[in-house]
């Protein structure tokens, strides 16, 4: 089974589902389609994408009416991530509501690295903490957009509640940090409820579609995760072959979805 975790859903349509105020990007939607999910549905059958985990996008915010629309529409390939703003005190509550609402809500995502400090100061924060908690509560997957320099920070709230998965996106965007940096991210790894999402990599590369030029990266990676703890997301499916080469055809297929699977129960 593949499964991808990664893909964004967004739509011109801004007065049926209008940016966020208080969003950190937005795209131009003159760009967009009417109907993301058409497109996204038409793609997985073409890559042989089985199931896919949503990631609800910054631009939105707190207002997850699109990706819910999305997940009403395909329930059975279909799960989702959420966001809030940890310096929200509602925060922990407006997740709890939104899992109750829809059980397709499978993480929480945080989002912190350079150029993206207004979510958070520190993962110690108690506003962090209580997001944190909760999402492990609801038996969520915390999802951590995170950047280097904050791989430390982080690795101190994941050694304080072993119990609750935690998914890293991007390969913690390596090339956001130094290297000595990026040697923090790495020993993340010594922690088991840690998986690393082998995704983002033309965010480091021009290398497409398989950004082969970044394998010494992706190979320490691997090497430390391990084929249990890596799972593929973003690109085409072909990225976890071209990349994981050197381990076996059964182990591929955990990176590309039975791990993913595993991580959310979604049997």
Known sequence: MVVEWNAHMFTRRTDLYPFHPHAAYTPSPES???DPLVDYVLRMDREGIDRAILVHPEPYGDDHTLVLDCLRREPDRLRATSLFYPMDPDAPGK?????S????????RFHAHRGKEMY??????SSVTALWEMAGDLGLVVELHIGPN?????GKVIADHPGIPVLIDHLAEPGMGSSDEYKDVLSLARYENVTMKLSGLGHISQDAPLYEDVKP???RVAEAFGPDRLVWGGGMPAIVDAHLDFWTVEERARVKGETIRKLIRWD
């Open 150 to 154: 904050y791989a430390d920070d982080a």
């Open 101 to 108: 609402r829809q059980p397709g809500i499978v993480a929480f």
């Open 95 to 99: 997740l709890r509501d939104l899992v």
């Open 32 to 34: 967009l389609p009417d």
């Open 217 to 219: 990266l992706t190979r």
């Open 120 to 125: 958070l100061d520190s993962f110690q924060d």
